[in-house]
């Protein structure tokens, strides 16, 4: 089992940074693939970004790409999403995701959630 705690919402203008924070507990050696998704009311969950073990590989979707940033300390068991130029279409409950086998963009891929921090974004 892996636990999965995020950190970091709130409320920010248009135009502003937030970072959040993963914490991972339990068997996170086994942990492969962790990831970042949002889902806004009357939305489905939609793929943010994703990172690999070793940090070197790296994905984004294209909504956010040049302006999130996705990021892991392992020795930490943390995963971080810095996030510039938000903008209100941002706004969203952020869940982390942990993946035990491979990279996808499908929420139904990944076996652990955590409950997810509200980012606002105001206009």
């Known amino acids: 089992q892996v636990q999965l705690v995020e950190s970091g919402g709130g409320l920010v203008q248009a135009g502003g940074s937030l970072r959040l924070s993963c914490a991972a507990s339990?068997?996170?050696?086994?942990?492969?693939?962790m990831a970042w998704f949002r889902q806004s009311p009357g939305n489905e969950r939609e793929f943010v970004a994703a990172i690999t073990w070793s940090g070197a590989g790296t994905y984004y979707s294209d909504s956010v790409k040049g302006r999130f940033t996705i990021s892991r300390d392992n020795a930490k068991n943390m995963v971080y999403l810095q996030m510039n130029s938000l903008k209100p279409e941002d706004t969203a409950v952020y869940s982390c995701a942990a993946s035990l086998l491979l990279y996808s963009e499908r929420a139904s891929a990944y076996d652990y959630w955590g409950q997810g921090t509200q980012v606002t974004v105001s206009s």
């Open positions: 339990g068997r996170t050696r086994s942990t492969y693939i």
